[in-house]
T-cell receptor, first 113, second 113 residues
């Protein structure tokens, strides 16, 4: 157990729907990062939050949004889902900027049918 | 063009043999380089992290080297085991980033009996 908790582990939904992925960072970590990994692809950075504020943005679609709550957990909202959104979505956390290391969760596997 | 290039893309080795994975990067200004191991469908797990002044770092049968002058790193796996079958990802961070790391595409290692 890495200390980073992601729920749900698996999610199957239809095109056009909206889903919410949840991440609880490791105790003491202030930064949360979201990554997308499509089949046989590398990790693509989506967005980072630090202590409730958005700090960095990557290749995140406008249909996707995220937020970090006062208790530091984060949610990634995916709307108007398309088949191509099927992927593993990973959350990672770190104490600050990430220089001391990242810890990844076990991911949420999203399947859009 | 990806700022972190890994080679080979994939590798098949016999159990008990050694292998070396390569990572070349152009990311600047350099802060640190990490190697992660990612089992299929699981979150990446950190193996090593090296800063500018570190040339080598070991974690069990895994040994990473870093040449910051040539911007090259390698990961050596000694006496491979079946459980070493995974994707190995090189990740480089800059001193001015807010955690938006540069990921390599990974090297897929398959260890056969």
């Amino acid at each position: 157990d890495s200390g980073v908790t992601q729920t749900p582990k698996h999610l199957i939904t239809a095109t056009g729907q909206r889903v919410t992925l949840r991440c609880s960072p490791r105790s003491g970590d202030l930064s949360v990062y979201w990554y997308q990994q499509s089949l046989d692809q590398g990790l693509q950075f989506l967005i980072q939050y630090y202590n409730g504020e958005e700090r960095a943005k990557g290749n995140i679609l406008e249909r996707f949004s995220a937020q970090q709550f006062p208790d530091l957990h984060s949610e990634l909202n995916l709307s108007s889902l398309e088949l191509g959104d099927s992927a593993l979505y990973f959350c990672a956390s770190s104490v600050g900027r990430g220089g001391g290391g990242y810890t990844f969760g076990s991911g949420t596997r999203l399947t859009v049918v | 063009k990806n700022q972190v290039e890994q080679s080979p893309q994939s590798l098949i080795i016999l159990e008990g043999k050694n292998c070396t994975l390569q990572c070349n990067y152009t990311v600047s200004p350099f802060s640190n380089l990490r190697w992660y191991k990612q089992d299929t469908g699981r979150g990446p797990v950190s193996l090593t992290i090296m800063t500018f002044s570190e040339n080598t770092k070991s974690n069990g049968r895994y040994t990473a080297t870093l040449d910051a002058d040539t911007k090259q790193s390698s990961l050596h796996i000694t006496a491979s085991q079946l459980s070493d079958s995974a994707s190995y990802i090189c990740v480089v961070s800059t001193t001015d980033s807010w955690g938006k790391l540069q990921f390599g595409a990974g090297t897929q290692v398959v260890v056969t009996p």
